[in-house]
């Protein structure tokens, strides 16, 4: 039998050809043939596939219990947005779009009471965040939803990125009231870049791309009998709007922040995808 290069890809499917698991069996698969079509389209050399092994071993070593490295990479090569594009196929217009939840989300936030600030001695311009949360199946609101949200201090930076930050800066959980609504105190969200100090930020600058995130608050919005939204709000007229290098900006998510006497107020209802 002449060894040749399709000869390799149908020995490596063979490989796995009793795997039991038949999900895990599709999915390597399918790995195997798009990873042996790309060393064949590009005709990629033994110096670039070691350059490729050295990159993702320094992304591995990147991360750790305060940095995500390789969701950064996921991010900014489109393939988290693609993962959650295919996984709300079903979704009617009317529910709240979703984005990517970032390498810098920490789970077990405080839970305050509506109304509350979540931030404590930073200095920035206070924002009344507020709206309800529905159902989609009923259009009814959602009483006892938990509305989690996250974003970085006007530095640019997130709590556990910044040791001058108290833990959960920035960060809080909010349950809806009979009415579905939720409340709570912010600062104005402003642009900020991704970190660039390793490999992520290296491959960035090697194809000259922007590496600032448009301004915008972090929202992960549950409820018992409908499927969880992650989404961001993004600021209108933002300069990195069209460039976001995680792509996660929809237009729907857009928003606009309203100048009042003592900061701004920004009203945003979420509407939940009834599961089943």
Not at 25 to 54: D, N, V
Not at 115 to 121: N, R, T
Request: a negative charge; glycine letters at 8%.
């Amino acid at each position: 039998m002449a060894f040749d290069e399709n000869l390799i890809t149908r020995q490596a499917l063979e490989r796995v050809a009793k795997t039991p698991d038949p999900r895990l069996k599709a999915i390597l698969e399918s790995l195997i043939r798009h990873l042996h079509a790309f060393a064949r389209e590009t005709a990629i050399t033994p110096e670039e596939w070691m350059a490729g092994i050295q990159f993702l071993t320094a992304v591995g070593q990147k991360c750790d219990q305060e940095r995500q490295e390789f969701i950064l990479l996921s991010d900014t090569l489109g393939l988290s947005m693609m993962v959650d594009a295919i996984n709300h196929r079903d979704e009617a217009a009317a529910v709240t779009e979703s984005s990517v939840l970032g390498p810098f989300y920490r789970a077990g936030a405080p839970i305050y009471r509506n109304g509350s600030a979540i931030y404590a001695d930073t200095p920035g311009d206070p924002v009344i965040v507020s709206g309800a949360v529905s159902s989609s199946a009923s259009g009814q609101p959602i009483k006892g939803a938990l509305v989690d949200v996250w974003q970085t201090a006007p530095n640019g930076l997130y709590y556990s990125q910044d040791p001058r930050q108290k833990e959960y800066n920035l960060c809080g959980r909010f349950y809806t009231e009979a009415d579905g609504g939720y409340r709570f105190t912010t600062l104005l969200p402003h642009s900020y870049p991704i970190p660039t100090d390793g490999p992520v930020g290296a491959m960035l600058r090697a194809s000259n791309r922007n590496h600032f995130r448009p301004a915008h608050i972090h929202f992960r919005v549950s409820a018992p009998g409908h499927r969880e939204v992650v989404t961001e709000l993004y600021t209108r007229g933002d300069e990195f709007l069209e460039t976001d290098p995680v792509l996660g900006v929809k237009d729907s998510l857009v928003v606009d922040y309203v100048k009042s006497a003592d900061g701004y107020t920004l009203q945003r209802d979420f509407v939940l995808h009834a599961a089943g």
